[in-house]
């Protein structure tokens, strides 16, 4: 069974750009976390999304949004980069959000 | 506010050792605590955690739960190498949303 894949792994910008990230959950499940992770702050809570439809939100300012598609596929957005949003985002999915989730590779932005 | 802390936050041993990693907790509505290794990637699955006493165990790796008390345990026995990492700490309080603690990273010397 393929594992979670996030797209791109990669990805430098400049402030004030926006970005797109996106995450394809392993076949069969229904939930898609995001987390951003920072030598300084460890890994913190976006969001997450079941059935299309976001049920949590952690304490990021509202430059950060996502959205889930119907075959549960999910994209997140950073709109107005700034320096501090330098960090690894990772993708957890799950079944449902009783399971275990299961990280993807993460994407590396950098902004510059 | 919700916390996870873990102890120690670092740990250096010699493979042959036996080292436990702690983790406590204050959340409301706990659902379930979630133990992940992490190796300059993503975060691998361990274990997950839901009653209290109930032992899961992988070869060396081994976790408990305390509700009562709310902390956890990772035990890893015969240690080797391949076992240096950051080990996290998740506990699942509501959905989705996982909350983790600061990890313990683990080095493991020849």
């Known amino acids: 069974k393929a594992g979670v894949t996030q797209t791109p792994r990669y990805l430098i910008k400049t402030r004030g750009q926006q970005v797109t990230l996106s995450c394809s959950p392993i076949?069969?499940?229904?939930?898609v976390s995001w987390y951003q992770q920072t030598p300084g702050q460890g890994l913190q809570f976006l969001f997450e999304?079941?059935?299309?439809?976001?049920?949590n939100k952690g304490n990021f300012p509202g430059r950060f949004s996502g959205r889930q598609f119907s075959n549960s596929r999910s994209e997140m957005n950073v709109s107005t980069l700034e320096l501090g949003d330098s960090a690894l985002y990772l993708c957890a999915s799950s079944r449902t959000y009783t399971y275990e989730q299961y990280f993807g590779p993460g994407t590396r932005l950098t902004v510059t | 506010e919700d916390k996870v802390v873990q102890s120690p936050l670092s740990l250096v041993v010699h493979e042959g050792d036996t080292v436990t990693l702690n983790c406590s907790y204050e959340v409301t509505n706990f659902r379930s605590l979630l133990w992940y290794k992490q190796e300059k990637k993503a975060p691998t699955f361990l274990f997950m955690l839901?009653?209290?006493?109930i032992e899961k165990k992988s070869g060396r790796l081994s976790s408990i739960l305390d509700k009562k008390e709310l902390f956890s345990i990772l035990n890893i026995t015969a240690t080797q190498t391949g076992d240096s990492a950051v080990y996290l700490c998740?506990?699942?309080?509501?959905?989705?949303?996982?909350?983790f603690g600061q990890g313990t990273e683990l080095s493991v010397k020849p």
């Open positions: 999304y079941f059935s299309e439809t976001q049920r």
């Open positions: 076949s069969g499940h229904r939930s």
């Open positions: 998740a506990v699942n309080n509501q959905g989705g949303k996982l909350i």
């Open positions: 839901t009653s209290s006493g």
